[in-house]
């Protein structure tokens, strides 16, 4: 296996936590300072953001550039929704990052999706005698969703 992805959606979320990123109130520089000290907990390293606001009203779109992969963030307060993306390789913990998201925004309901990226044959089959694990042919060629 080459990483792990998470796919994260948040429903229920305060539109407040939106519009401040921190129930606190914090600014989206602070808030870049306090997932920076995740993304070391989870030793993974940023190297660069990329963020837009929409009309301050709490929706807003981020990329974090990880050296690892990437993390992004898209918000919409209107729908009390937001969608987590986070992609990792290497010895890198996205637990971590997933279990933050989940306790910062503190949604009233998730959906929680983990595929593994980079399985190759040997490990799908190996994968597959386990039992534990479902694996579907998406496309009869070789992509798999494991999970």
Not at 29 to 55: D, R, S, T, Y
Request: glycine letters at 4%.
């Amino acid at each position: 296996m080459v990483g792990k992805h998470v796919i994260l959606d948040l429903y229920d979320v305060e539109p407040i936590k939106m519009i401040n990123i921190n129930n606190d109130g914090t600014s989206i520089q602070e808030w870049n300072i306090l997932l920076g000290k995740k993304f070391k907990e989870a030793n993974v390293n940023c190297l660069n953001v990329n963020w837009h606001n929409f009309n301050n009203s709490g929706s807003f779109t981020c990329l974090y550039l990880l050296a690892e992969s990437h993390l992004s963030i898209h918000t919409w307060p209107e729908n009390k929704f937001i969608a987590i993306d986070i992609f990792t390789c290497g010895n890198s913990n996205i637990d971590i990052l997933t279990e933050f998201m989940i306790k910062h925004f503190n949604p009233g309901k998730k959906e929680l999706k983990i595929l593994s990226r980079g399985i190759n044959k040997t490990q799908i089959e190996e994968i597959s005698n386990d039992k534990k694990h479902n694996i579907f042919d998406l496309t009869n060629m070789e992509s798999f969703l494991y999970y």
